[in-house]
């Protein structure tokens, strides 16, 4: 037999090797789709220090900065998005994120009427090797009670809570929404209207978004020739 | 699994158009010191006396369809984010006649007639201002070819897909038919350059 492998031509080698190597490809099986891979304690970690969450306070000044190295997923469905949906934010189903157009390395937040969906989906994406994929902490109730719809501090409020609050003021009219009275016993305790918590028109910020502009930056050439 | 490198966002589109560069410039000299510079070795293909141009291209393709396949398999690429063109039946076949026509007159393929112009032959960039005429004029004519162009549309298919057959059967299938072209074209070159002299 070695004699006889000797007597081939370099060729005739590399042919005998090409049809061992097709024979045995019979038996495999090529990976032909996502394979979830998960460090558990990795994420374990990440859940208790809360590294994975944005708050709705830094999505807003993110969007008020005009910043574009982020992607903002509205998981909700169609009629929910219709009713409103965060600036800068693209709709996309969970069952459509692995084949939405997203790059691993890119800053993803995720976002749904609370945490639940966006939390399942988060950990979908880990799996499948995004490596900056958060949640919006509290959904969009979050995004409502701390960024639409702020409660006002009570009348004893020190000098420095009430200037927060007015940066969150301001912050809450760009987007169209009403800052809340506290209450106490049922009665306001600062002289502002109540409001009915309607949602509001989406404000688009000034100097593009970061969904429409990464979007457009990402626009590449088409693939193939 | 972490590749293809470029799905999994190991770099982006600028560092992907220097690595396409590089690829492209050990493509062109792989081309050059395999002979397919020269017009008189290519056009030989289509006169049958000289199957390297088969012979090349079809162990290349054996042995880039292996290594994918046995990298997938060992988890490493995942073959479902690797581009597919996708399949127009007719156009592509009017294309792929097309361009054998102007490859046995020319005597290069575009690529090739790049090579060859590398190495400062007049034929290949006479050749190559013919392929650039050629674009544009296509390019004026899109309008009208645009319905056929894509017409026959079978999206990305595979041959597994096509013929419901295992990747791995494919894979086999498709070494045995290179083995055995690699054995006709020789016994055809003999046959062929015998009836020449």
Known sequence: ?225 | MNAPFYKFGFFGDEVSLVIAFVIGLGFGICLEQAGFGSARKLAAQFYLTDMAVFKVMFTAIITAMLGVFYLSWMGVVDVSLVYLTPTYLVPQVVGGLLLGVGFVIGGYCPGTSVVAMATGKMDAIVFLLGVTAGIFGFGELYPLLKDFSVSTAMGQVTLPEFFHFSYGLVVFLVVLMALGGFAGATWVEQRFRKVES
Request: net charge positive; charged share 25%; hydrophobic share 40%.
């Open chain 1, 1 to 225: 037999m070695k004699n006889r492998w000797h007597l081939l031509s370099l060729n005739q080698k590399l042919g005998v090797v090409a049809f061992l190597l097709g024979a045995v490809a019979v038996f495999g099986t090529p990976q032909t789709g996502p394979v979830s891979r998960v460090d558990g304690r990795e994420l374990a970690r990440i859940v208790e220090t809360g590294a994975s969450r944005v708050s709705p306070g830094e999505l807003a000044a993110w969007i008020l900065e005009g910043r574009a190295d982020y992607r903002l997923l509205d998981l909700r469905d169609e009629a929910a998005i219709a009713a409103y949906t965060i600036p800068t934010a693209e709709p996309v189903r969970v069952t459509e994120l692995l084949h939405h157009d997203l790059a691993r390395n890119e800053k993803i937040v995720l976002y749904g009427e609370d945490e639940t969906q966006a939390a399942k989906a988060w950990f979908v994406m880990r799996s499948q090797g995004f490596r900056s994929v958060s949640i919006l902490q509290g959904g969009l109730a979050g995004w409502k009670n701390e960024v639409l719809f702020p409660v006002s501090p009570g009348p004893d409020a020190d000098e420095a809570t009430r200037l927060a609050f007015d940066r969150r003021m301001r912050v809450s009219t760009f987007f169209g929404g009403r800052p809340r009275a506290a209450m106490e016993g049922g009665a306001p305790m600062v002289s502002l209207d109540v409001p009915d918590m309607a949602m509001p028109e989406v404000v688009a910020p000034t100097g593009g978004g970061g969904g429409t502009k990464a979007a457009s930056r990402r626009k590449k050439a088409r693939e193939g020739c």
